[in-house]
């Protein structure tokens, strides 16, 4: 064991830093200049039990950047001489300002104790502390003490001792200079790594971070001295020491573009966006640890802060919030929706016109039925999707968003997830695929994980057309809202239930502490709402563009081919033959001739491969109430689900069909109870999620093996919730007439 530990003192001027020193080291001081400057440098030695330790008074500092002499000799000692443990001391009774230093040794990344000085002062201000709280945010051991009366003296040195002692002293904790490919390849691992609480600056900047990150490891810019994470966060508060430093062109390029872009889209630069950031952390850790018996707070955002975490009022302000932000995603992206159905319509009109009327072509029933079809369904969400993320993209800029976290967190850690699982839940009532993403802000696996597997019971955009189709057919006007309803929250309820469960199996462990940032309220800028906005709405139309589209075609190929066998064929021909031939009048005889063309639809689809699938399935359907019709329509929703739709209408013989087609809606009455009608929207709430949803989460988890439990598990889920329901209210006979 190491005998001699090196100790920096560290502090804001005033917090009783030198006086501590004296208290510690007595009479043994040793006072000189650091070399080159007029900066006092006062070093001191003591023995506690078996240790011998040098102390050094750092010149006291507020922050670690190089803006004073003061600043660069005491970061340049911590970084360049490695003492084993940096103390830190505070002033207690001025304690956010106080952490503003603690909070960027932390990010160093240095073994830290920090030393909450003037305790007899806090105390007499009516602050009180959850030290083992802050302890935990800040990654570090506290001690109270009172310097000009020699308090706490000895418990300092043993937490000293304590922290020079475990994991191997002298190596910084750190461990942020591994390879650089793990952000390419895993972009999860980036944040996986929860051994040392550390910051997050918010995805707008965190992504420039990641790539200035990933240069410096690449050229090896950080020569083994500097955390690598650290490094890239100063040269983006643009450090002028450290920007000198830096000699790599593909780093120093990188930067003035992060730094350009980060401007351009927040509107501010970006060291003071970081430092708004590291104060927002503090003031949520001190907001959840420090109480004060008088009132101290002052600034606007506390004042408005006082008002949206009230214990009492927040939770309700927070759900009106959610209930507009819905409400004006509906509502607005009403008329838009009608125009690209207009779009896609006018398009197919086009692609018809290509071949001479009543023509059948394979070609024009794959461009019509297929691809427009296809991508069409999904494109038609996009304006709903689009104002959703733009409500979300407004509260998260304005820095509502991380109180709303907050707000949540308490509802949240019950079923084991985190304050800010809660945001990329929001996300998944558009689409999963930006919600799985989101979950990059949680910085521990298990939380992160949890949230993307459960992500996808928040029900989607593309499954309303299902419900607007269902809802109406069974059930009577004024159970339509309480019936939406009823299907949203059963999938919040799910999503809460799976999360508790995963977290006490596979997923078990402690959480960690859940520090709420509260960033300074802003104005969000109209260009960075727009940039957040569009990029989750562009994974959701590429989504479209891609996968979708190979989808509607493979589909459309599993319901058109092997085709209708050729006497049945001519059967059909010949009944149109004899109706064109007939005598009645023209009116019956369209009408004729459309229900011939619909049978035939029908016929075909029920001898295409998907029929013959549903049709095999069938006995593994009932239990659930479902026939091979909807077994057939259900291949289809597990590519997407809203191709569910236009296959319920072929294999009712309807022909095409969208959400609100009346004649659908007759034979699903006809043909099916309203307990079917439920078990089919459960079942598409729960099931699978659709293929690209898998293929992010296999991305983003960086296994196969959590992307197929995710596919298998809802799968599972949803079938035998939905086997119970059909049971149950057969036997109860609820809905079933
Ligand atoms: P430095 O600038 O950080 O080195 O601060 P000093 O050690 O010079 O202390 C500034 C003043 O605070 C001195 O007058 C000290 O006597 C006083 N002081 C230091 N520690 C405490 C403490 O724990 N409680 C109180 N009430 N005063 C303290
Ligand atoms: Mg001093």
């Keep these: 064991m190491k005998s001699r530990i090196i100790v920096a003192l560290a502090g804001n001027p005033n917090s009783g830093k030198t006086t501590l020193f004296n208290a510690l080291t007595g009479a043994r001081q040793h006072v000189g200049n650091y070399p080159g400057v007029t900066v006092e440098r006062k070093e001191g030695s003591l023995r506690h039990g078996n240790f011998y330790m040098q102390i050094i008074d750092l010149p006291g500092t507020y922050s670690l950047t190089a803006y004073s002499d003061e600043e660069k000799i005491a970061r340049n000692f911590i970084i360049d001489e490695k003492p084993d443990v940096v103390v830190d001391v505070l002033d207690a009774s001025n304690l956010e300002r106080n952490l503003y230093l603690a909070v960027q040794l932390m990010e160093l990344g240095v073994p830290l104790v920090l030393a909450f000085n003037m305790s007899d002062m806090a105390r007499a201000r009516g602050y009180e502390f959850d030290l083992e709280k802050l302890s935990q945010f800040f990654g570090a051991r506290i001690v109270q003490t009172v310097g000009n009366k020699g308090q706490g003296i000895k418990e300092l040195l043993d937490a000293v001792t304590a922290t020079a002692t475990e994991d191997g002293g002298k190596v910084f904790r750190s461990t942020d200079n591994a390879s650089a490919d793990y952000i390419e390849d895993q972009p999860a691992a980036d944040v996986f790594q929860g051994h040392m609480p550390s910051i997050n600056y918010g995805s707008e900047i965190e992504e420039e971070i990641r790539k200035v990150r990933t240069l410096i490891i690449k050229d090896d810019v950080a020569v083994g001295k500097y955390d690598a994470r650290w490094l890239a966060v100063k040269l983006l508060e643009n450090d002028k020491e450290l920007r000198a430093f830096v000699g790599s062109p593909a780093v120093n390029g990188q930067v003035e573009q992060s730094i350009a872009h980060i401007e351009k889209v927040i509107g501010e630069h970006p060291e003071t966006a970081i430092a708004g950031r590291r104060y927002g952390f503090i003031s949520g850790a001190c907001q959840e640890s420090v109480r004060s018996t008088i009132e101290i707070r002052h600034t606007t955002s506390d004042k408005i802060d006082s008002v949206v975490t009230n214990r009492v009022l927040g939770l309700p302000i927070f759900l009106g919030l959610m209930y507009l932000v819905f409400h004006l995603t ?90 800010k699982s809660f945001i990329p839940m929001l996300i998944g009532f558009g689409c999963s695929v930006p919600a799985i993403m989101a979950t990059r802000t949680l910085e521990n696996r298990r939380d992160r994980l949890t949230t993307m597997l ?110 209708l066998p050729g006497d049945r064929a001519a059967q059909f021909e010949a009944a149109r033959q004899e109706i064109t031939g007939g005598t009645m009048p023209e009116a019956e005889k369209t009408e004729r001739l459309k229900a011939i063309e619909n049978n035939e639809a029908e016929a075909a689809l029920q001898s295409s491969l998907a029929g013959r699938i549903g049709h095999a399935m069938e006995p593994l359907l009932q239990p659930m109430g479902f026939d091979w019709k909807i077994g057939t329509a259900l291949i289809g929703a597990f590519a997407a689900k809203e191709v569910f739709v236009a296959q319920m209408g072929i294999i009712h013989s309807v022909g095409e069909a969208d959400e609100k087609s009346e004649t659908l809606r007759e034979k699903l009455k006809k043909n099916y109870s309203p307990l079917v009608g439920f078990c089919i929207m459960l079942f598409c709430l729960i099931s699978a999620p659709c293929m690209v949803t898998i293929a992010v989460t296999r991305r983003e988890s960086n296994s196969w093996g959590w992307a197929l439990f995710q596919l298998g598990g809802l799968t599972l889920l949803a079938y035998v919730i939905t086997v119970m329901v059909y049971q149950a209210g057969r036997f109860l006979g609820i809905g079933i007439a």
């Design 330 to 419: 509906f509502t607005l992206g009403e008329p838009p929706m009608g125009w690209i159905e207009a779009c896609f319509g006018w398009l197919g009109g086009i692609v018809e016109g290509w071949w001479p009327e009543g023509s059948e072509s394979l070609l024009k029933s794959m461009l019509l039925d297929g691809i427009i079809g296809g991508v069409g369904g999904v494109v038609v969400f996009l304006p709903n999707i689009l104002l959703l993320f733009l409500a979300i993209a407004i509260l998260e800029d304005s820095g509502y968003m991380a109180r709303a976290a907050f707000i949540m967190d308490r509802l949240m850690h019950k079923v084991g997830l985190h304050g």
């Design 454 to 563: 459960v992500v996808p019971l928040m029900s989607c955009g593309a499954r309303l057309p299902i419900y607007a189709l269902i809802i109406p057919a069974f059930f009577p006007q004024v159970w339509h809202g309480p019936m939406l309803w009823l299907i949203y929250v059963i999938g919040i309820l799910l999503a809460a239930a799976s999360a508790k469960f995963l977290r006490s199996t596979v997923l078990k462990g402690e959480s960690v502490p859940f520090v709420m940032e509260l960033p300074p309220y802003r104005m969000p800028t109209v260009k960075g709402v727009l940039i957040h906005m569009w990029e989750r709405g562009w994974l959701y139309l590429k989504k479209a563009g891609t996968v979708i589209l190979a989808i509607s075609i493979l589909l459309w190929a599993m319901t058109t081919f092997p085709g």
